[in-house]
C-alpha cells in the first residue's frame, strides 16, 4: 500500500463524491436542450442536496431503526464503488480489496438493502417498487457480470485495475466481443441506474415508477443521502464503462504528470456520455414493466454472445 | 495427540445416545429433559467440532460393535473431519436452540429426545464408517430417526403423508447406494475398495448407482420432491439439522466414492453432475420465489443450495480429470466452503422460522408481516443469515461463490474446446441463481418481518427466550466470521483437497483472499468492511455535525392516498408474481380468479411441481398396476394355493428332467 496509491485513491473518490451529482445535473440538462425547455442548470443536483440537509427530517410511525439505517448503507457502500473503480488512475489501495465479482456484489448489497427499506414502512407502493426493483435488479445482475467476465478473460484477471491496465495497452482496434458486451453493458446501465426505458426518473406515476416508488417515504437528509448515492452509482457505472470500453487516459501507477492529465480526460469523457445518454433517452420512451425481462434477457444474451466470441475468436 | 480426537468424536456419539435414552426415560420431567439434555447435546456437539478440527492424518479403529466376525471400521480423515465439523458447529447452535424451542413440545418430550439425540449419533456414525456395513447401518438410522422427527405431529394427515414420501425417497436412496456397495466387488471394506481397479463400464456403472442414491438424499433433480414436503413437517430445529447437516452428509458420500473409493474421475461425469446441478440450482431459486409457506420457501432454497454444491463438484472432477489439480483444489475448496456456510445460515434461517411460528402459530407469509417490531431478536439475526444466503459481501455466501466463479473463470485452459464454450455459459446461469436467490430472501425477509403486522394477532407476538438467542447468535456470528476471515477456514482445508485432488490453494495472506496470485483475483473481506464502515461512520457524523438530527414521526405519504391499511402490502403471491410469470412454463398453476359481480371474492393461485405429474404420479400408478396385476394370483381359499404348490412342484420335475 503506497502512500502514492492512498493519495490518489482517497482524491479519486473525493473527486468522484463530487462529480457525481455535476454528472447527473449535467445529463439532465442535455435532456433539456434536446427537448427544447431551459433546464435548471447543472448545478442543480447540488442545490437539491443542499436544500434537502438543512430540511427536518419526516419518518413514518411504523418505520423500524432498518429505515433509517439503510440510507447511511447506501451511501458507504456506493463510496465503496466509487473507489475501486478506476476512473482517474489504476494505482488505488483499496482495489485489491474488491474485485470486479465483488463490485457486482456491493451493487447488489445496494439494492436488497433499498428494497428492504421500502418494505419497511409497509405503505402498497414501497413494495411494488422492492418487488420491481428485485426484478429488474435479478436479471440486470447476470448480465453486468458477463460484461465484467468478457473482459477479465480478455486480460485474465478479475481485478478492475488489471483489466484497465491490460485493456489500455492494447492498441486500438474493434473486439467483437467487447462489442456485444458493450451493448449489453449500455443495457445494463439504463436499467440498473432507473433510466429509460425501464424506469423514468422524472416521474410519479403510480403505473411505472420504480425506484421513485421505494423512496416515497423518504425526505430530509435520508433523502438527500440517498439522492446523492443514486448519482454515485449512475456515477460509478459510467465510470466502469469508460474504463473497460475507452480506458485511454487513465493515470498508471505512479504517475504524476499522468494524474494531471487524467483529470480534464475523465471530465471529456463524461461530457460526451452524458450527452449521448440524455440522446438515448430522448429517443426511446418507457417500456411497459412486462417488457423490463426482454430487454434484460437481450442484455444478458449480448453479454453471453460477448464471452462465447471470446472463445470463438480469442479476443 | 493421535487417537484422542477420534476417541473424542466416538465418545460424544455415545453419550448422544445415552442423552436420548435417558430423555426417554425422564419424559416424566418435561422441563429436565429440556433444560438438562439438550444443552448437554449441544456441548457434546461442540466437542466434536472442536476435536475435529484440530484432528490431522487418518486415524482408523476397529469397534467393538457389529457382528461376530463383522466388525465395525472407523476412519477419521480429512474429509471426514470437516463434515464432522460442520456437524458439531450446526448442532451447537441447534441444540441451544432446541433448549428454549421444545418448551411448546412437552406431551412427546422423551420420544423427541431420544430420536433427536440418535439422529445427530447416527449422522456421526455415516461420516466415520470405513466400511459398507456400519455406512448403511448408520445412515437407516438416520433416514428412521429423522423420519419418527419429521412425524412428530403425526396426528395430522399432511404430516404423515410428507414423512411417508421421505421415507419412500430415503429408500430408494438407500437402495441405490447398497446396490453401488456390492459393484464395488467382493469385500464389504472401504479399505478394500480403494485397493479395487474397476474397468471403465463397470465404473461408470458404480458411478450412476452413487450419484443417483447420494442425490436422493441431496435433494437433486427430480428427486428433490421430499425437501418440500418434510422440511415444513418437522419440527424447526429438526428441519435446521435436516436442511443444515443431514444434505451434507450425503455431499460427504459422494465426495468420498469419487474420490476415495472409486479414485478415478472421468470428465463427463463431471458434466452430469454440473448439468444436475445447475438445473437443480434454477428450478430451487425459481420455485422458492413463489412459494407461500416460509419453511416450503427455505426448502426449495435448500434445494437450489445443493444445486450449487453439485455445480462445485462437477466443476472439480472436470477439472480432475484433466489433471489440473491446482484448479480441482479451488472448486473443491469453494464446494467444501458452501456447504460450511449453508450449513450455517440455513441452519440460523430455520430457527427463526421456528420462533415466528411459536409466536404467531403462522407459516403462511401471507399472514405475517411487521414482526421486526416486536421480535428484533429474531429479525436481526434472520436479516444477516437472508443477507448471507443472498450471497453478499461481507458475509459467508459471497466467499464460497467468488470462489466457485473464480473457478469458472479459469476454465479456458480445460483441453476440450466443447467445454470450454459450454462452461462459461454455466457460469451465466450461476450467477442468475445467485441473483434469484436475492430475490427471495427480499421476498422472504421483507414479507415475514418488515411492514404492517398483516393479522391482529401479530401485534401480541413475544419475542424469543434465551435459549433461542443463544442459538442465533452462535449461527449469526458464524455467518458473519465466515464471511471475515475465510482465511483460516481455507487455511485448513488444504488437507481435504490434499488429500481428494492433490494439490491445495496457495492463500498465504491472511487479509486477502487470493487463490491463485493477487494479479489475478483478490478479495478482502475485512478490508471492504472497513472501508464501507468508516465511509458510513464518516458520512453520519458529517451530517450530524454540518446539519442536524431532528426528527418528526407522521403517518406515511403515501402519495397522498388517504387510506392505509395492512392489506393494501404486497401478498407473497404478489411479491412473487413477476417471477411466476416470466417462468410460468415451469410452473403448473391452478388460480381461482372471482367474478366483479361476486359480493364475497375470493382470489387464490396454486403453484405446483409439474415433476410430480410427469414422474412421479406416473410412476405410482404404474407401481399400483403392477401390485394389481400380482394381487390376482392372491385368491384366499386354500385350494388356489394347493394348485400353485402342484404346479410348481411339475415345472420343477420337469426341468430337473
Not at chain 2, 171 to 178: D, E, P, R, Y
Not at chain 2, 375 to 395: D, E, H, N, Y
Not at chain 2, 566 to 592: L, W
Request: aromatic share 14%; with cysteine; glycine share 8%.
Amino acid at each position: 500500500m503506497s502512500a502514492f496509491g492512498l493519495f490518489t485513491q482517497i482524491l479519486q473518490l473525493l473527486l468522484s463524491l463530487l462529480l457525481a451529482p455535476f454528472f447527473l445535473g449535467w445529463l439532465n440538462q442535455c435532456r433539456a436542450w434536446l427537448q427544447n425547455r431551459q433546464g435548471a442548470g447543472i448545478e442543480q443536483p447540488y442545490r437539491k442536496l443542499g436544500k434537502l440537509f438543512h430540511k427536518d427530517a419526516v419518518i413514518a410511525e411504523s418505520a423500524s431503526p432498518l429505515f433509517r439505517m439503510v440510507p447511511y448503507v447506501l451511501f458507504g457502500a456506493m463510496c465503496l464503488a466509487a473507489s475501486i473503480v478506476p476512473s482517474l488512475a489504476t494505482d488505488l489501495s483499496f482495489s485489491k480489496a474488491a474485485d470486479a465479482i465483488a463490485l457486482a456484489g456491493i451493487f447488489a448489497l445496494a439494492r436488497i438493502a433499498i428494497s428492504l427499506a421500502a418494505m419497511d414502512i409497509g405503505t402498497a407502493f414501497g413494495g411494488m417498487g422492492a418487488r420491481r426493483e428485485m426484478l429488474v435488479g435479478f436479471l440486470a445482475e447476470p448480465a453486468l457480470l458477463m460484461v465484467l467476465f468478457t473482459a477479465s478473460l480478455i486480460s485474465r484477471s478479475t481485478s478492475l485495475t488489471v483489466i484497465v491496465e491490460t485493456l489500455a495497452h492494447r492498441h486500438f482496434e474493434i473486439y467483437p466481443s467487447m462489442a456485444f458486451a458493450g451493448i449489453a453493458f449500455l443495457m445494463v446501465l439504463l436499467a440498473e441506474n432507473a433510466r429509460l426505458p425501464v424506469d423514468n426518473p422524472a416521474s410519479h406515476l403510480e403505473l411505472t415508477m420504480i425506484h421513485e416508488a421505494m423512496i416515497l417515504e423518504y425526505s430530509a437528509r435520508h433523502l438527500a443521502l440517498i439522492e446523492w448515492a443514486s448519482s454515485i452509482k449512475l456515477f460509478a457505472y459510467v465510470t466502469i464503462g469508460i474504463a473497460l470500453f475507452v480506458p485511454w487516459g487513465i493515470a498508471q501507477a505512479a504517475d504524476w504528470l499522468g494524474m494531471a492529465f487524467a483529470l480534464p480526460i475523465l471530465i471529456a469523457k463524461l461530457l460526451v456520455a452524458g450527452a449521448g445518454l440524455a440522446l438515448i433517452e430522448t429517443l426511446v420512451a418507457k417500456q411497459r414493466i412486462f417488457r423490463a425481462p426482454e430487454f434484460m434477457g437481450t442484455a444478458f444474451l449480448f453479454g453471453v454472445l460477448g464471452m462465447l466470441v471470446h472463445f470463438l475468436l480469442g479476443a | 495427540m493421535n487417537g484422542l480426537p477420534m476417541d473424542l468424536i466416538v465418545s460424544a456419539a455415545l453419550f448422544w445416545i445415552a442423552l436420548g435414552l435417558v430423555g426417554l426415560v425422564a419424559q416424566k420431567k418435561p422441563s429436565f429433559v429440556r433444560n438438562a439434555i439438550f444443552p448437554l447435546g449441544a456441548l457434546a456437539g461442540a466437542i466434536v467440532a472442536v476435536s475435529a478440527f484440530f484432528s490431522s492424518g487418518v486415524e482408523t479403529a476397529v469397534s467393538f460393535l457389529g457382528l461376530p466376525d463383522l466388525p465395525f471400521h472407523l476412519r477419521l480423515d480429512s474429509l471426514s473431519a470437516f463434515f464432522l465439523f460442520i456437524l458439531g458447529s450446526a448442532t451447537f447452535g441447534i441444540s441451544l436452540y432446541a433448549t428454549g424451542y421444545f418448551r411448546n413440545e412437552e406431551k412427546h418430550i422423551g420420544t423427541l429426545c431420544l430420536e433427536y439425540h440418535v439422529f445427530l449419533a447416527a449422522m456421526t456414525f455415516v461420516l466415520l464408517a470405513d466400511d459398507a456395513f456400519l455406512f448403511m447401518v448408520s445412515w437407516e438410522a438416520m433416514a428412521l430417526s429423522s423420519y419418527f422427527l419429521v412425524t412428530t405431529d403425526h396426528k395430522i394427515p399432511e404430516i404423515r403423508r410428507a414423512g411417508f414420501i421421505y421415507l419412500l425417497m430415503a429408500h430408494v436412496g438407500a437402495i441405490s447406494i447398497l446396490l453401488y456397495f456390492g459393484s464395488m466387488g467382493g469385500d464389504y471394506g472401504f479399505d478394500a475398495m480403494r485397493k479395487t481397479h474397476l474397468s471403465g463400464m463397470q465404473a461408470t456403472f458404480a458411478f450412476l448407482l452413487a450419484f443417483f442414491g447420494f442425490g436422493a438424499k441431496a435433494g437433486m433433480l427430480p428427486l428433490h420432491v421430499w425437501l418440500p414436503e418434510a422440511h415444513p413437517a418437522a419440527p424447526s430445529p429438526v428441519s435446521a439439522l435436516m436442511s443444515g447437516v443431514m444434505l451434507k452428509t450425503a455431499v460427504y458420500g459422494l465426495l468420498r466414492v469419487l474420490f476415495d473409493l472409486l479414485h478415478m474421475q472421468v470428465w463427463w461425469w463431471g458434466v452430469v453432475i454440473l448439468a444436475t446441478g445447475l438445473s437443480t440450482a434454477l428450478f430451487g431459486a425459481v420455485f422458492s420465489a413463489v412459494q407461500s409457506d416460509m419453511k416450503r420457501l427455505l426448502a426449495y432454497s435448500s434445494v437450489e443450495n445443493i444445486g450449487i454444491i453439485f455445480v462445485g463438484i462437477g466443476l472439480t472432477v472436470i477439472f480432475k480429470a484433466y489433471a489440473m489439480n491446482s484448479l480441482a483444489a479451488l472448486a473443491l475448496v469453494a464446494t467444501l466452503y458452501h456447504c460450511l456456510n449453508h450449513a450455517f445460515f440455513k441452519s440460523l434461517l430455520f430457527l427463526c422460522t421456528g420462533s415466528v411460528l411459536h409466536a404467531t402459530g403462522e407459516r403462511n407469509l401471507g399472514k405475517l408481516g411487521g414482526l421486526i417490531h416486536k421480535m428484533p431478536w429474531v429479525a436481526w439475526t434472520a436479516l444477516i443469515g437472508s443477507l448471507a444466503i443472498a450471497g453478499l459481501p461481507p458475509l459467508n455466501g459471497f466467499v464460497s461463490e467468488w470462489l466457485l466463479l473464480q473457478a469458472f473463470l479459469f476454465t479456458p485452459g480445460l483441453p476440450h474446446s466443447y467445454l470450454n464454450m459450454l462452461i462459461p455459459v454455466a457460469a451465466a446461469a450461476l450467477v442468475l441463481t445467485g441473483a434469484a436467490a436475492g430475490y427471495v430472501m427480499v421476498k422472504f425477509y421483507g414479507i415475514i418481518f418488515l411492514g404492517q403486522p398483516r393479522e391482529e394477532k401479530l401485534r401480541e407476538a413475544k419475542s424469543s427466550g434465551k435459549w433461542e438467542r443463544a442459538g442465533f447468535l452462535w449461527l449469526a456470528a458464524g455467518c458473519v466470521l465466515l464471511g471475515l476471515v475465510p482465511f483460516f477456514v481455507i487455511d485448513h482445508l488444504a488437507g481435504v483437497s490434499n488429500f481428494l485432488v492433490g494439490a491445495s490453494l496457495e492463500n498465504r495472506d491472511w487479509l486477502f483472499l487470493a487463490p491463485i496470485s493477487s494479479e489475478r483475483a483478490s478479495y478482502s473481506p475485512l478490508l471492504f468492511l472497513i472501508v464501507t464502515l468508516s465511509a458510513i461512520g464518516l458520512a453520519f457524523i458529517a451530517v450530524r455535525r454540518f446539519y442536524h438530527g431532528r426528527v418528526r414521526r407522521e403517518i406515511p405519504w403515501n402519495c397522498g392516498y388517504p387510506v392505509w391499511n395492512a392489506r393494501m402490502q404486497d401478498t407473497s403471491e404478489g411479491f412473487g408474481q413477476p417471477i411466476r410469470q416470466i417462468f410460468d412454463p415451469f410452473f403448473k398453476v391452478g388460480r381461482e380468479l372471482p367474478s366483479p359481480f361476486d359480493s364475497k371474492p375470493r382470489y387464490s393461485a396454486k403453484t405446483e411441481d409439474k415433476f410430480w405429474y410427469w414422474i412421479y404420479i406416473p410412476f405410482g400408478r404404474a407401481a399400483e398396476y403392477f401390485a394389481g396385476l400380482f394381487g390376482k394370483i392372491q385368491q384366499g381359499r386354500i385350494l388356489v394355493y394347493l394348485l400353485y404348490n402342484f404346479v410348481t412342484l411339475i415345472v420343477l420335475l420337469l426341468i430337473v428332467q
